[in-house]
């Protein structure tokens, strides 16, 4: 039920060391999952992470010749619960799906891996739903990887840092035996450029394997007293391990450190945002060469406290770049920089927005105003109240650059999204075969009891659609068809 067939793009998973791969995000994650020697692969459709799993299936010959085993799950708890394979033997694998309506949907598989650990690399490859183009309602993957202590990746979208990334989210999950979260944002999934590949990797220890020498750690298993001890193995071994590792292999990265007396914290996934910003203020290049100081967070969580005091000792000023809402990392470098007596201070959500996607134009916006502040650029002169309109044909001839900021609210001029489900998402032909039915049949007020199959995650779209149309959009069909009697009454 692809949205798209990749059967050409996928010949380019047998590159081998040293040759260049050319292409799309998700084709690179593929590839970085061949070379890291992975055992199985699951997940469920979702964008903007959808193209992975039709990349995937177009790949069946390739993942075959690996030993790789790829399962299409009926659900994001499904493919979730697939990463067990991982606590008792060492397998590496990987599951995918769409956030925060699809991990939501698999909390419990993901609570109880992260509570009895993993022996083998568990990668969780989240499609970051969040901002332009999103579908669903405006949450991050950030609280729930501190909820449950799953390791959050989030990269500098190219293609190299994310192919680095996959690479080294199983590093760091074997090396502190706790899944962990590599967040793709919607511009990550679908950038282009290209890498130096590798070769791919057939599986140190197969599902065979695992399957000939059975093996079980009743230790692992999430009941009391076993739960308790979890949560100690959490704090003190599982988490100094996994910072041991994040400073080791500089997961994390400086650049122009000692450049100037302020400085911008900034998480990997609006690394490229940020550079535009600053190099259109002057103060950096197309290259990435700045006059900033920037320490850019590849792991959103945990955060190191070493680096964090590192980067901020000897400066006047830092801003952080925290996409959303609540200001966690915010929060926390707060209260790193107080607890170490530092005197730096600290910015964020006083010069950014509140909430909502950190555009090129908002960053513009915050990091102007950071550095008038501290005396790095000279004030903008205050304009002439004056009415402003969107000249549309002098547009082309000045630049978009220099275009004049819309004045009306952005509801008035951009048309409300109808309800619908998500690119990719394998209901999408089973409603529709449903919607001819209903158009076909005698029978449009009512439907059977099995229509009502759909992910919680698409709740907006099925309470929305006849004949499911519901007053309140918070009560999904599954919720109430598909739970037993029993559940339903409590």
């Known amino acids: 039920m692809a949205e798209r067939s990749f059967v050409e793009e996928v010949k380019k998973l047998r590159l081998s060391g040293g040759d ?29 992470i959808s193209h992975l799993m039709d990349v995937l299936a177009d790949a069946q010959d390739i993942l075959a010749e690996q030993g790789i085993r790829f399962e299409n799950s009926a659900s994001e708890a499904t493919a979730a619960a697939t990463l067990a394979a991982s606590v008792n033997y060492p397998l590496r694998g990987a599951v995918t799906f769409k956030a925060t309506v ?20 568990a990668l969780i490859i989240v499609g970051e739903d969040y901002g332009e ?5 405006q949450e991050r993957s950030h609280a729930f990887a501190m909820k449950s202590q799953i390791w959050l990746l989030d990269p500098r979208p190219n293609l190299p840092s994310i192919v680095d990334a996959v690479k080294q989210g199983f590093d760091l999950s074997e090396a502190s035996n706790t899944p962990v979260m590599l967040q793709l944002r919607i511009r990550a999934c679908h950038v282009h450029g290209h890498f130096i590949a590798g070769d791919n990797k057939r599986a140190k220890f197969t599902l065979k394997e695992a399957l000939e020498n059975p093996q079980r750690d009743v230790s692992r298993i999430v009941l009391p007293p076993a739960s308790f001890v979890h949560e100690q193995e959490k704090v003190k ?7 041991r590792f994040i400073e080791e292999r500089k997961l994390n990265e400086f650049f122009s450190e000692d450049a100037d007396d302020i400085g911008i914290i ?6 490229n945002t940020l550079l535009r910003a600053l190099e259109r203020l002057g ?11 920037l320490y850019v967070m590849n792991v959103a969580y945990p955060v190191i406290e070493s680096e964090v005091i590192r980067f901020c000792e000897g400066k006047r000023a830092v801003m952080i770049v925290e996409e959303g809402q609540p200001n966690f990392v915010e929060q926390n470098l707060a209260t790193i920089l ?30 102007r105003s950071f550095c008038e502040r501290y005396d790095r650029l000279a004030p903008l002169p205050v304009p002439v109240p004056v009415r402003k309109v969107i000249p549309l044909k002098e547009v082309a001839a000045i630049g978009v650059d220099a275009a004049p900021e819309p004045t009306l609210p952005l509801g008035e001029v951009v048309h409300a999204r109808p309800p619908g489900f998500c690119t990719g998402c394998p209901e999408r032909p089973i409603f529709s075969a449903m919607k001819l039915w209903s158009a076909n049949s005698a029978r449009t007020t009512s439907a059977p009891t099995s229509a ?12 929305a659609t006849p004949p499911w149309a519901m007053a309140s959009v918070g009560r999904a069909p599954r919720h109430s068809m598909h739970r037993p009697a029993s559940a339903r009454s409590r």
């Open 452 to 463: 009502a199959t759909c992910s919680p995650s698409c709740r907006p779209s099925t309470s």
């Open 133 to 137: 183009g999103s579908s669903i309602m």
């Open 20 to 48: 260049v791969f050319r292409g799309e995000g998700i084709l690179a994650v593929t590839k970085a999952l061949l070379e890291s020697g992975v055992s199985y692969v699951a997940g469920y459709q979702g964008a903007p």
């Open 102 to 121: 699809g991990t939501n949907v698999a909390s419990d598989a993901l609570a109880n891996l992260a509570s009895g650990g993993v022996t083998g690399g």
């Open 283 to 293: 103060l950096a290049d197309v290259y990435g060469n700045t006059q900033v100081p």
């Open 237 to 243: 071994d599982r988490w100094p391990a996994a910072v």
């Open 338 to 367: 107080r607890q170490a007596g530092s005197n730096t201070a600290l910015h964020g959500k006083d010069m950014l927005p509140v909430a909502g996607e950190y555009t090129s134009s908002e960053l513009l916006k915050g990091a």
């Open 266 to 271: 900034v998480q990997g996934g609006s690394y």
